[in-house]
């Protein structure tokens, strides 16, 4: 029998996402069960890197541990960083130094699709409908007035950089417009405030599984709330999920189309979730972001599309570090 490739299992992370990261997985850990491969669950934060089990620090300069006494080098990584290193490129670039494949989407893409302003950018120019957006910088001079000639009331107050929903606003009032950016910078350098798009809720997972563009059941997400916020995201019934979606075959043709032009656009790789807001007036759909490590709590969204087509976590994702070491 061939001895088992050895594979660092990334979680946690530097932003407020560090806890959900923790969440995912713990779920999915249980699912890599494989002949072929050794897990070894690394926790990245702030302060260090370091293997759970052992409690021992990793070696960046060759990406390695050491447990019981041997000294174990990764032959490849499997990513569940939400926000950064994870999904801003940084930990890609870290391996692709290192030499060190991994089955998600490269550093080029994660750094793009991170960045919601360049992400939109890139898609409105590529015939993508997005929402319109004006971006702003930490430390500017801010005009409440010159801002609403850009954008409409009611608009969305996020940081450009993050996930989760962390730091975002619906403003409706402009009384509300200033205390909500002033939030929003709290979490990052950048904020972008964004038009509201009237219309429901759609997200589709996306996996290329050898050279087929394969879509995933689309998802509704039914919030109580004035949007998806994080409460309703991590909040057990916090709101209503159907999949697959009970939609229109043009809607749900529609959708898929953009999803594989999303997917490809970007150059992405391995599984990720394409949010969207179904526009009702435009009838169309208005391109959110692409989530390029998405969560993967037993509940989350592409664990609930992979059972709804027949498959599992454990398929999906070993399958993938099969193709990376062309052993599918």
Not at 177 to 189: H, L, N, P, R, Y
Request: proline share 5%; charged share 25%; with cysteine.
């Amino acid at each position: 029998m061939k001895p088992k490739k050895n594979i660092a299992f990334l979680v946690g992370g530097y932003s407020g996402e560090f806890e959900i990261s923790l969440k995912s997985a713990q779920f999915v850990e249980s699912q890599l069960v494989s002949d072929k491969y050794a897990f070894f669950k690394i926790i990245i934060s702030k302060e260090n890197w370091y293997y759970a089990n052992e409690n021992t620090f990793v070696n960046k300069d060759d990406f390695s541990i050491v447990a019981d006494g041997t000294k174990i080098k990764f032959d490849a990584a499997f990513i569940l960083v939400h926000g950064s290193p994870g999904e801003d490129g940084l930990i890609q670039g870290y391996l692709d130094l290192m030499g060190v494949p991994y089955s998600s989407c490269d550093r080029l893409c994660s750094t793009i699709t991170f960045d919601k302003k360049i992400s939109n950018t890139l898609a409105q120019a590529n015939g993508i409908k997005v929402a319109q957006s004006v971006l702003l910088k930490k430390n500017e001079k801010l005009n409440i007035k010159k801002l609403l000639t850009q954008v409409s009331l009611p608009v969305f107050v996020k940081p450009n950089h993050g996930g989760s929903s962390l730091g975002t606003f619906k403003v409706v009032a402009q009384k509300d417009f200033k205390a909500s950016i002033e939030k929003a910078f709290e979490v990052g350098d950048d904020v972008l405030v964004e038009e509201f798009i009237p219309g429901r809720e759609m997200t589709i997972g996306v996996v290329r599984r050898k050279g087929e563009l394969v879509v995933m059941p689309i998802t509704e997400v039914i919030a109580p709330n004035e949007f998806f916020d994080f409460d309703a995201k991590y909040t057990p019934g916090g709101c209503e999920e159907i999949t697959p979606a009970p939609i229109p075959t043009r809607m749900k043709r529609a959708i898929e189309a953009s999803a594989r032009q999303v997917y490809d656009l970007y150059g992405c790789r391995g599984v990720v979730r394409v949010d969207y807001i179904w526009h009702e007036e435009k009838d169309a759909p208005y391109f959110l972001e692409v989530n390029t490590i998405p969560g993967l709590t037993k509940t989350s969204f592409i664990p609930q599309q992979l059972e709804a087509m027949g498959w599992d976590v454990q398929t999906l994702f070993l399958g993938l570090l099969d193709e990376l070491f062309e052993l599918g």
